[in-house]
Antibody
Framework: QVQLQESGPGLVKPSETLSLTCNVS????????WSWIRQSAGKGLEWIGR???????NYNPSLKSRVTMSVDTSKNQFSLKLKTVSAADTAVYYC???????????????WGQGTMVIVSS | DIQMTQSPASLSASVGDRVTITCQASQDISHYLNWYQQKPGKAPRLLIY???SLETGVPSRFSGRGSGTDFTITISSLQPEDIATYYC????????FGPGTKVDIK
């Protein structure tokens, strides 16, 4: 069965770069799209972006200037980098499989457990 | 950008009650609407995709309907394990979630 596990620092200083990794097991990472989603008390659930293989990325326009996502097929992992963070980026960060059901129907069918990231000095 | 709203923001109901949550899109989104359930401290779980298709393993007491701008998810007989927050979500240029509806037991 498909499982996702986020990892990375739980505390990041303001103006620095938040880096998270999602380890994928049970399926080849090359076969699907993968997304990062975050959840904060102030903004609810917010999609950050998605990545496919090593060549396709789409980002939320509100975060696009600060986000980079990538895939490491050798490790079956994908990653998120969010630069120049501030307290507003404090949230639980989830990785999720972004599944295409066909006919332009897409949904997040498998989620990691989430990792809390606090931005503070 | 498309905005999603949900009502009510919270509700309390008794075990066995029929519960309906509404989601409204700011413009016509056809049938492209998903529903998620999130229990405290857990990740969201996909319940329904494409307005009315039940994800594998989801109990049949959950159902969804709607089209255009107005959608609902219904729990036909509320169970204690259904206590959670429910989110609708649309996937267009980029995914957007509703603010959530918290369901409690009365």
């Amino acid at each position: 069965q498909v499982q996702l596990q986020e990892s990375g620092p739980g505390l990041v200083k303001p103006s620095e770069t938040l880096s998270l990794t999602c380890n994928v097991s049970g399926v080849s990472i090359s076969s699907y799209y993968w997304s990062w989603i975050r959840q904060s008390a102030g903004k609810g659930l917010e999609w950050i972006g998605r990545v496919y293989s090593t060549v396709t990325t789409n980002y939320n326009p509100s975060l696009k200037s600060r986000v980079t996502m990538s895939v490491d097929t050798s490790k079956n992992q994908f990653s998120l980098k969010l630069k120049t963070v501030s307290a507003a980026d404090t949230a639980v960060y989830y990785c999720a499989r972004d599944l295409d059901y066909g006919d332009y129907v897409r949904a997040f069918d498998v989620w990691g457990q989430g990792t809390m990231v606090i931005v503070s000095s | 950008d498309i905005q999603m709203t949900q009502s009510p923001a919270s509700l309390s109901a008794s075990v066995g009650d029929r519960v309906t949550i509404t989601c409204q899109a700011s413009q016509d989104i056809s049938h492209y609407l998903n529903w998620y359930q999130q229990k405290p401290g857990k990740a969201p779980r996909l319940l329904i995709y494409d307005t009315s298709s039940l994800e594998t393993g989801v109990p049949s007491r959950f159902s969804g309907r709607g089209s255009g701008t107005d959608f609902t998810i219904t729990i036909s007989s509320l169970q204690p394990e259904d206590i959670a927050t429910y989110y609708c979500q649309h996937y267009d240029d980029f995914p957007v979630f509703g603010p959530g509806t918290k369901v409690d037991i009365k």
